[in-house]
């Protein structure tokens, strides 16, 4: 938080106490929704994306990868069923653009692909007060890492860092809104990030885009990709990757010494000038220090990860909370 007012710096420590201890409500605006409808919705995301679209239900969510031929992610998501159709959740930045492209590929196909605008809203949601009033209004809370609850006006979904997606129609949201607003502190998406970033769930953004195959960011781990469904773009660059062991590189959870950003490159004395890796998402935690989920080369951590060519600025592992095989 360097360089900030005293103000900013601390109301930031207020949204980063309400996010890790208190009651937070984030209205995730840095993310938009991907709609696709028709009878062909799901045939059409089983041929595109690198998870099991099957597994999918309106009980169930799950992440995922669209990569482009050569294996190379271009954007991850967490999809989720409601009403028959698909929705998949992706950072802004490329939201847009990624819809037009799977649209170029729906063709024939029976499938209408949209980002969501108004009335459709999403929130963010943490905290043991801000679940007593979801309960309160909808009766209960999913339990588990993505179970899926809904109502005739949207759902709420576990994620895995114990927080709670809600996916709705903003015409039916009012109360709902201003309940939650009494007990909850509102929050920037700087300050939710911190709690995908403590779960090791990343987020491909402009500057990432086609830099890593999905292994590289831990889909196999987060259950977004499916090593028995057909085909799907860079499916054979996957699939080799998986069983030749070739996956070198792996996500890791890290705390940086000064300020970085998503696409900056890291360096190790063990490859000279190369670079061994990149920053994906970055972040605060409640302590001021900065954290970070990056993609280096396992060797990498032998002579150490730095920010710089000149290995001024060295990167701590702190551990991610499932395992890599």
């Not at 690198?50 to 050569?70: F, G, H, T």
């Not at 709690?195 to 769930?201: M, R, T």
């Not at 950003?261 to 063990?270: I, T, V, W």
Request: hydrophobic share 40%; charged share 20%.
């Amino acid at each position: 938080m360097n360089g900030l007012s005293a103000d900013v710096a601390d109301d930031f420590k207020q949204q980063l106490d309400a996010v890790c201890n208190g009651n937070a409500l984030c209205s995730m605006a840095h993310f938009s929704v991907i709609r696709a409808s028709g009878s062909d919705a799901q045939g059409f995301l089983q041929g595109q994306l690198s998870s099991d679209l099957r597994e999918v239900s309106e009980s169930r969510s799950q992440y995922s990868s669209y990569s482009n031929a050569k294996g190379r992610v271009l954007g991850s998501f967490l999809i989720w069923q409601f009403r028959g159709d698909y929705f998949l959740l992706v950072p802004a930045d490329i939201a847009a653009a990624l819809c037009r492209r799977l649209s170029m590929f729906v063709l024939r196909s029976q499938v209408k692909l949209e980002v969501l605008t108004e009335p459709w809203q999403l929130a963010g949601v943490k905290g043991t007060g801000a679940e007593a009033v979801l309960r309160d209004v909808f009766t209960d809370v999913p339990a588990q890492a993505h179970d899926v609850m809904a109502n005739e006006s949207g759902v709420m979904i576990r994620l895995p860092a114990g927080n709670l997606l809600l996916s709705y129609d903003a015409s039916a949201s009012g109360v709902v809104k201003s309940r939650l607003e009494q007990v909850c502190r509102q929050v920037g998406g700087e300050a939710w990030s911190l709690l995908d970033i403590a779960a090791g769930v990343p987020w491909v953004t402009g500057p990432t885009q086609e830099q890593f195959v999905p292994q590289m960011i831990n889909m196999d781990v987060l259950g977004g990709i499916s090593f028995k469904k057909g085909c799907y773009p860079g499916q054979e660059i996957v699939a080799r990757t998986q069983y030749l062991g070739k996956v070198k590189r792996r996500l890791f959870r890290v705390e940086l010494p000064v300020a970085a950003n998503p696409g900056d490159s890291l360096y190790s004395p063990a490859t000279g000038d190369q670079a061994i890796g990149m920053i994906v998402n970055t972040g605060c935690d409640q302590s001021g220090s900065r954290v970070a989920l990056a993609v280096a080369q396992l060797a990498g951590w032998e002579t150490g990860l730095f920010l710089e060519k000149e290995y001024k600025n060295a990167l701590m592992d702190l551990g991610l909370p499932y395992v890599i095989d």
